[in-house]
């Protein structure tokens, strides 16, 4: 019975350098959201997508941060030029249907950016 | 904008006693109210949902009432055990795709 799973656990970049974080969503699920957790603070939503098809990426800094989720393979978040403030946990979460379903999440990825 | 506020932000309760989370939305279009339990350097897990057409519902410890004319809604541990320490997280969907947040509340169960 996999889960939600996430690929690598811990990252860890200098400056300027770029993040990949993987997530692969639960068997049967095609809807698939991002959340970061910075330390003692909550979940924010950060983007929202369908297999091929960004629906919602309004908690996504519009720079150097970038997510996709093709036909085939994980959904991937990217991170280009990283900087200390994107350290984070970065977690993904997946559901069966889209708006108000229950999602479930992955075991998330610490970014620690140096 | 779309917001959940949770309070309290820390809360501990001796073994044995009842602890109480609460949270208010401000979208009132949301209509799915899950719980998520998060324990130290793991994910979120659900513990318990609540959708808008019921007013309350409860799995063995835990239970969750809502009132949608209030838009608050609030989790009940009863019999608490040390293992139900753990950083609390209530969330409101259906608004739109995402869930929004509360901020947490870190429960401690002493023993």
């Known amino acids: 019975n996999a889960g939600v799973m996430q690929n690598p656990r811990h990252l860890v970049r200098r400056r300027g350098q770029e993040a990949r974080l993987r997530c692969s969503p639960m068997?049967?699920?095609?809807?698939v959201y991002w959340y970061r957790q910075l330390p003692e603070e909550g979940l924010k939503f950060m983007v929202y997508?369908?297999?091929?098809?960004?629906?919602?990426e309004s908690g996504m800094p519009k720079e150097r941060f970038s997510a996709e989720f093709p036909k085939e393979g994980p959904s991937i978040l990217r991170i280009q030029q990283v900087v200390r403030g994107d350290s984070a946990a970065y977690f993904c979460?997946?559901?069966?249907?889209?708006?108000?379903?229950?999602?479930?999440f992955g075991p998330g990825t610490r970014l620690l950016v140096l | 904008g779309e917001n959940v506020e949770q309070h309290p932000s820390t809360l501990s309760v001796q073994e044995g006693d009842s602890a109480v989370i609460k949270c208010t939305y401000s979208?009132?279009?949301?209509?799915?109210f899950p719980w998520y339990k998060q324990e130290l350097g793991k994910r979120p897990q659900l513990i318990i949902d609540?959708?808008?057409?019921?007013g309350e519902k409860k799995d063995q410890r835990i239970a969750v009432t809502l009132n949608k004319t209030a838009k608050h809604f609030s989790l009940h541990i009863t019999e608490t055990q040390p293992e139900d320490s753990a950083v609390y997280f209530c969330?409101?969907?259906?608004?739109?795709?995402?869930?929004?947040f509360g901020t947490g509340t870190r429960l401690k169960v002493l023993a």
């Open positions: 979208d009132s279009a949301s209509n799915y």
């Open positions: 997508l369908q297999k091929e098809n960004i629906i919602d």
């Open positions: 068997k049967g699920h095609s809807h």
């Open positions: 979460a997946s559901s069966n249907q889209g708006k108000g379903e229950t999602q479930y």
């Open positions: 609540i959708r808008s057409n019921v």
């Open positions: 969330a409101a969907s259906g608004g739109t795709y995402k869930y929004i």
